[in-house]
């Protein structure tokens, strides 16, 4: 239950050594770097313009990524159904380095790629352009004549389209009524669909003029097709250029697949680049002389020292560390034994504590992992849970590092929910009990060690309202803690201390009462001496909360009205508690719906054709049924660590660590 601590760290070295010693830095992870205000100060410290090298880096990068997206296209890994959970392959930073001697090569190969893909993708959209030319021509292929021929010595020719309805005769009849006198014409009629009618006419020049202002009248349009071959031999010219392009693709295609091989090597340049982009756009932010540079940030305590000791014994340059103020915004780092750090990704999904502020992480994990299990509460469905999430985590040691948390978490969660089962005698619901009836015709059941839920549903409610009690305790315990942590005793006692008071003292008087016996079945008596403590300790805390609450106030009126809004805030206490019913809400789910599904598979009954039925609906349903209630607990276990524990304590607002990493995409540097 730690923030781990953090100093400020200090460098000066060497302008020569600048890269090297950044790049180290980024290989370690440790320092976070920070910019100083007191090094604006400082005479002939300047930054250094690398947006040039940036850009070339950039675009280095950018040739590699879209060659890969290229070579994914053309050519895709298989992958496996968990090969997301593999990690990167490891790569000594020595080889790394030795084989980017050769990165030039690398960005050839990856222009080439390129390349090859525009030229691929213009030859489509050449292939489209060709088939819509055929496709235009097709109407005219009994056309004997090529289009740009557009008249003899004593004739004009007119090649076009009319409406699809305008036949030979019509046009004949046009022809004649618009010229006002008996014309001789060619006329031929080449095809005729839905779209237009396609038509040649032949006319004597001196002549054509009036044919075709009639025809126009009629909606003639000349055709803009000026090939110089006829119909049928242009659509074999353009089929021929099809066949040539789609050749010509399938070679660019092949050439971009062998290429693939290479993909290795263009993942290793790509990280390559974005490591030395990385570094370069520190350097252009670091303050730095004619031969030196300075840079700040902050490191784990605990790593400082060994670090410092690293990078002086590498290089000439000077190191200083010193403890955090408040005024430094440090960043958070958290520290937690191996069960707790599985729930860290929990806590910040909500916010992390500032560096001076306790870590709720350790007893958030315990309450979590033991309300998960509470709400799932099959000894089958954690089993296999638990046994899933340890096996993925044993056969992949380098997934990444908020998987692993989360896989680990559910392993535990896996593991309390098989306690639970085994004390609410939950095994894939009443599986034992159906199978034994239907396919042996046998009475079995396995007796939960404590008590079955759904035969005493409310003895459960009594139990998740005590545990939600002790949960909000906690949580109001580090509270307190947190106080006095930081010296404040007044407000311990007026904030916390009141409190539990106040609360001790009503759940004491609400324990003897006709109300809660009624609700838990339970009659509870207690001597007249614990009476007098639960009325002492109620009045007591509520007039402790009355009074003390608004003590920042001097108007005695107003701290006595805040005092009072404070204690009606005991109804939210009120709600937080009753939200733990939800505990048994979806403890009772998971078990109704597994009874129900073995109660579906089991109604064919025994014999073969029963047993592959109930197989098959067992199987399925409670697949279904683990998936959904495992999210439901999921979901629910967060809220009441988000809404009810933390609402009695936390205050988010810590600054992620973010240090000066490789940041790598591909690979992981060795």
């Not at 490191?299 to 290089?315: N, Q």
Request: hydrophobic share 45%; net charge negative.
């Amino acid at each position: 239950m730690a923030v781990l601590q953090m100093q400020k760290i200090g460098i000066c070295a060497l302008k020569k050594d600048r890269q090297e010693i950044l790049e180290k830095i980024q290989t370690l992870g440790t320092i976070e770097l920070s910019d100083d205000k007191s090094l604006k100060a400082l005479d002939g410290f300047v930054t250094t313009n690398t947006k040039e090298l940036s850009r070339e880096l950039s675009k280095k990068l950018s040739l590699t990524e879209q060659a890969l997206d290229v070579m994914d296209t053309f050519s895709p890994e298989t992958k496996g159904m968990f090969s997301s959970l593999e990690g990167k392959p490891l790569i000594d930073k020595e080889k790394l380095t030795h084989d980017m001697q050769n990165a030039e090569a690398i960005t050839e190969l990856a222009d080439q790629v390129i390349k090859w893909s525009k030229e691929y993708t213009e030859n489509k959209a050449l292939v489209s352009k060709l088939n819509e030319k055929i496709e235009g021509l097709k109407p005219w292929q009994e056309l004997d004549i090529p289009f740009d021929l557009t008249e003899t010595k004593k004739t004009k020719i007119l090649i076009g389209t009319m409406p699809p309805d305008m036949d030979e005769a019509k046009i004949h009849e046009l022809v004649q009524k618009k010229c006002d006198e008996d014309i001789n014409i060619d006329l031929e009629v080449v095809c005729m669909d839905s779209d237009a009618s396609y038509i040649v006419v032949i006319a004597k020049k001196d002549i054509s003029g009036k044919v075709e202002d009639a025809l126009r009248s009629g909606g003639f349009a000349k055709s803009s097709l000026g090939y110089d071959k006829t119909p049928k031999e242009q659509i074999e010219k353009l089929e021929t250029d099809i066949d040539s392009t789609n050749q010509a693709n399938i070679e660019l295609g092949n050439r971009i697949i062998e290429s693939a091989e290479k993909r290795d090597k263009l993942r290793e340049a790509g990280d390559y680049f974005r490591m030395r982009l990385k570094n370069v756009e520190v350097s252009g932010e670091l303050k730095q002389s004619e031969r030196t540079f300075v840079m700040t940030g902050f490191i784990p305590k605990d790593k400082a020292s060994r670090v410092k000791e690293l990078l002086e014994g590498s290089f000439d340059c000077v190191i200083e560390l010193a403890d955090v103020t408040d005024d430094d915004e440090a960043p958070t780092v958290l520290k937690n034994n191996a069960f707790s750090s599985s729930a860290e990704g929990v806590l910040e999904s909500y916010g992390l504590p500032k560096l001076r502020d306790i870590d709720p992480t350790k007893v958030m994990s315990y309450f979590y992992v033991f309300f998960f299990g509470m709400m799932l509460s099959d000894a089958a469905y954690g089993l296999l849970m638990s046994i899933g999430c340890f096996i993925v985590l044993k056969k992949f040691p380098k997934m990444e590092d908020g998987m692993k948390k989360m896989l680990k978490l559910f392993g535990f969660c896996g593991l309390s929910t098989l306690f639970w089962g085994v004390m609410f005698g939950g095994y894939f619901g009443d599986a034992p009990t159906v199978i034994a009836k239907t396919f042996f015709n046998k009475d079995f059941t396995i007796k939960p060690l404590w008590f079955a839920p759904l035969d005493n549903p409310m003895r459960l409610l009594i139990w998740c309202m005590l545990f939600g009690v002790i949960h909000l305790f906690a949580g109001l315990a580090i509270k307190g803690f947190q106080e006095l942590k930081e010296g404040k005793v007044v407000d311990c006692i007026c904030d916390v201390v009141f409190w539990y008071m106040f609360l001790i003292g009503l759940i004491l008087l609400l324990l003897p009462t006709d109300i809660f016996a009624s609700i838990s079945q339970m009659t509870i008596k207690f001597p007249a001496a614990v009476v007098m403590i639960s009325k002492v300790l109620t009045i007591a805390g509520m007039l402790g909360i009355l009074l003390m609450s608004g003590r920042g106030h001097k108007n005695v009126a107003l701290r006595i009205a805040l005092g009072a809004y404070d204690i009606y805030g005991v109804t939210g206490w009120l709600s937080d508690v009753l939200s733990y019913s939800r505990l048994l809400a979806l403890g009772l789910a998971t078990g109704v719906i597994a009874s129900v599904i073995n109660m579906m598979g089991s109604m064919v009954g025994g014999g073969v054709l029963g047993a592959i039925i109930f197989t098959v609906v067992f199987i399925f349903g409670h697949a279904m049924n683990m998936a959904i209630n495992v999210l439901g607990a999921y979901v629910h276990t967060n809220r009441l660590q988000f809404v009810e524990f933390f609402g009695k304590f936390y205050e988010a607002g810590g600054k992620p660590f973010e240090p000066l990493t490789t940041e790598s995409k591909y690979i992981e540097i060795k």
